[in-house]
């Protein structure tokens, strides 16, 4: 819209065909779902949409000539997940606490905490089946964003703090040791060399599902809450 035109009811004449600017401005706020550029444009057009004048539809057209020209500058979505575990963390059966947090676009959107089914022989084994756990989750998540026609960025990012699992998850090599784990388990790694996971490894002071996994210092809690979009209690007012 030129900056310098201010849209009113009153100047130029009636549009012959309001219908067909309701439909465009009515197709465009659609588009502003993944467009938040042409959101203020789309909001002024929608305001003139019971009369509209010659005016208006000259706005609107201009709204399409720039997206015509930037097809580009569309939003991609990142689906970006975080993965731990607490190892044999329960003292009455030794089972370990899954915990995942799903973010779109740098927005919290999924989580979960969970105590895992069966007994962990070992950290990597717990971490693995957690890292399975959100796997789902991320695929989930990314075919119904797809589904309903949100353009997401492939691969969705996972990270992990613990480096055997990774290295479990990229090596096609059945391990010996990873034979008594769960075929549903190793999912994980075809998703990999589908290229439809990255691993990312993060430090154990940066992950930010460790907080649905154990009890922590309320200096810890109060970083991941703000990592997260919380508010917490123990946060400096």
Known sequence: MDPLVKLDNEKCELLHDPEKYRRLVDKLNYLTITRPNISFYVSVASQFMSVPRTTHWQAVL???????GAPDRELIFQVTGYSDADWAGCPVDRRSTS??????????MSWKSKKQSVVSRSSTEAEYRAMANVTGELQWIHMLLAKIGF???????????????MHIASNSV??????HIEVGCHFIREKVNYGE?????TRSEEQLADIFTKPLRSG?????????????????T
């Open 62 to 68: 201009n709204i399409v000539r720039y997206l015509k």
């Open 220 to 236: 810890r809690v109060s970083y991941i809450c703000h990592q997260l979009g919380l508010y917490d209690m123990y946060a400096p």
């Open 99 to 108: 915990g995942y947090c799903v973010f779109l676009g740098g927005n919290l």
């Open 174 to 179: 059945f391990h010996e040791r990873t034979k």
């Open 151 to 165: 353009p997401v960025t492939r691969p969705y990012t996972l990270h992990c703090d613990n480096q055997s699992t």
């Open 197 to 201: 996971l990255k691993l990312v490894h």
